[in-house]
Structures are given as C-alpha cells and as structure tokens.
C-alpha cells in the first residue's frame, strides 16, 4: 500500500508490473496489483508464466511515456529470466548480481547459457550502466557494468568452463519456498478462481 500511496501522491498511474523471473524464495505481487491498479504483468515468455498479461520476448520494448523499456532475454538463472533496460538503468533479477549472479541448479537453469547471456549481452552494454540486481545479501542497491566485469567473483577473468565449474559446485539448498512460491508465482501470484 505504501508503494501505491506514493504513486498516487507523484499523480502517476501504475501501468505494468515486470517480473524479471519465476521467484522461487517469495510470492509475487504481480497479481495483486493487476487485480488493484489495472496495471498489466509482463513476464518472459519462457517463464511458464500463462495468466501474465503480456510475454516478453528478446529486444520486446515497454512505453514508457515518450520513451521505452527494453527486455533483454537473461536465461541461465532460469529459463524465462528477462533483464529490464532503461536508459543507463539495468534491472538484472537474478541473472546479474552484485558480485555474483542467480543460481543455475533449478528451474532450467543453465550454467552456460547464463555464461553466455551475461557476458554476450549485459556486459557489452556500455561501463558505466547502473545495474540494479532484484536482492543483495549485503544491503547493497546498485552497481554499474564496469565494476562487475572486474570484480564479480563468480565472472571476472572466468572462462565459460570455469564458470560452469563453479556453478555446479555452489551445493546451494533447494529454497525453503520453492514447491510453494514457483506454482504461485506462474499464476502471477493470484490463486486460480475456484470452478463451479
């Protein structure tokens, strides 16, 4: 409620709602905003992710005003990871994180093609772009394409092999809310209505 106060106060109108990714540690609320506000649910269409509004695909651009928001397909952390581009502003998800990046062992996740994503992709986009992760287990908000390139510890100076070493070797545990928050979050957080 709070977030929505401020929104009416700044006399904007929440239009769209962007999941970078089918979460598996929470329940979004995508829905739930859709359901108050009217605001559309964009999701990658990879995601599994039916009941959202509209399916991202690679290079799909978001109005914004006069300007747009730009989808840029992240897969690795999980198949439908969609990274967000505004300007110089680059909201990542878990693909890309502060000096780190999403697992890889659940959701199709995908060591390489994370690999692959983040350095083809999120890391020619110019120096000095903002990266803005979905979480960060230190308290930190935002880093910008040149510190990752040289300090993530998970990707500086890593060969893709090397990479995909280290990814397979995290022996994360499996979420705590994974069998609840993936059914969830592929209904966009809203359970289904109930039939008859």
Known sequence: DHYLDLVK??????????ETHVHADHITGGGMLRQMTQAQTAVGQQCGAETADIQLKDGDKIPLG??????????GHTAGSISFLW????????ALLINGC????????????????????LFTLADDTLVYPGHDYNGRRVSNIA??????????????????????????????????????????????????
């Open 9 to 18: 106060s700044l006399g904007f109108k929440l239009t769209y709602s962007l």
């Open 66 to 75: 006069n300007e747009f928001i730009q989808a840029i397909h992240t897969p």
């Open 87 to 94: 300007r110089d502003r680059l909201m990542t998800g878990d």
């Open 102 to 121: 999403g697992r890889t062992d659940f959701q199709s996740g995908d060591a390489g093609q994370l690999y692959d994503c983040i350095t083809q992709k």
């Open 147 to 196: 510190q990752e390139k040289a300090s993530n510890a998970r990707l500086a100076g890593k060969s893709r092999d090397e990479f995909i070493e280290i990814m397979n070797n995290l022996n994360l545990p499996k979420p705590r809310l994974i069998d609840i928050a993936v059914p969830a979050n592929r209904m966009c957080g809203v359970p289904e209505p109930q039939q008859g």
